[in-house]
């Protein structure tokens, strides 16, 4: 995995929202080809998406069956070649993050999980 990877995130304010954010935010500091991107930024421009979508494969994480991410980029016609589905990733492991607001002993393992997983399904794109 050697080109940039955006990772355009689940941005809502469910405890699923918190651990999507988290993950994707600790992916970015730790690997310097993954960026983590605003949902909000680009919902907010009225006809263009940032300058950091530019040049990077796009993935997105769900964090419920809306996938805001993903219908926000394709209002602007940007495609992603990904889309991960947080829910179900932590879903698979039994956990349930309950706390929008702070990780909870739930939502801290999924964020471990989650970004095992999303590293897995980014590695040969």
Known sequence: MSEKIA?????????????????SVELALEN???VAACITEYSAQPNNC????EDAKI?????CA???ASVILKDKDVDAIKNI????VVKTYGLNPLDA??????????????KKYILSEIENV
């Open 7 to 23: 990772l355009v995130s689940c941005s809502g304010l469910s405890p699923l929202g918190l651990v999507v954010r988290a993950a």
């Open 32 to 34: 310097d080809n993954i």
């Open 50 to 53: 940032s300058p950091i979508l």
């Open 59 to 63: 993935v997105t994480i769900t964090g």
């Open 66 to 68: 809306d996938d805001c």
């Open 85 to 88: 589905s947080a829910d179900a």
């Open 101 to 114: 607001v702070r990780l909870d002993e739930d939502g801290e393992e999924a964020v471990k999980i989650l």
